[in-house]
C-alpha cells in the first residue's frame, strides 16, 4: 500500500508560481505511474498531470501545457508540480494519485489506487 502526502499550496496572485510536493511513503517500490488531479466546487475533477516512472514518458492537459511541469526526486520518492503563470482558473484542490499499473488513460482518476488529501491552491 502506498501513503501519499501533499504540501505546497497557497493562494498567490495571478502570473505567480507555486510548487506542490507529493511524499511517497510505504510500498514505493510498486509505483508506475504518478500524478496530479484537480478539483474546485462545481467543475468536474481534471487530470493535471502524471507521469510513467522510468519512461520519461510525462503527460499534461491542454490546460496547463507550457506553464506547469511535472517532475520526480525518486531517491526521496517526491513527485513535484511546479505551476508558473498561474490563473484564476487554476484555483482548486490539487491531489496527487499514484497505481502499480500504467494507468490509461493517464487522467483516468479511478484508475488510481493511491490518492492524497489534496492541497489547495488559491489564485486571485
Known amino acids: 500500500h502506498v501513503q501519499l502526502v501533499e504540501s505546497g499550496g497557497g493562494s498567490v496572485q495571478a502570473g505567480g508560481s507555486l510548487r506542490l510536493s507529493c511524499v511517497a511513503s510505504?510500498?514505493?517500490?510498486?509505483?508506475?505511474?504518478m500524478g496530479w488531479f484537480r478539483q474546485s466546487p462545481g467543475k468536474e475533477r481534471e487530470g493535471v498531470a502524471a507521469t510513467l516512472r522510468g519512461s520519461g514518458i510525462t503527460y499534461y492537459s491542454d490546460s496547463v501545457k507550457g506553464r506547469f511541469t511535472l517532475s520526480e526526486d525518486t531517491s526521496k520518492n517526491i513527485l513535484y508540480l511546479q505551476m508558473y503563470s498561474l490563473k484564476p482558473e487554476d484555483t482548486a484542490m490539487y491531489y496527487c494519485?499514484?497505481?502499480?499499473?500504467?494507468?490509461?488513460?493517464?487522467?483516468?482518476?479511478?484508475?488510481?489506487?493511491?490518492r492524497g488529501q489534496g492541497t489547495q491552491v488559491t489564485v486571485s
Open positions: 510505504g510500498s514505493t517500490y510498486s509505483i508506475r505511474s
Open positions: 494519485v499514484a497505481d502499480a499499473k500504467a494507468v490509461v488513460p493517464w487522467d483516468w482518476f479511478g484508475g488510481y489506487s493511491s
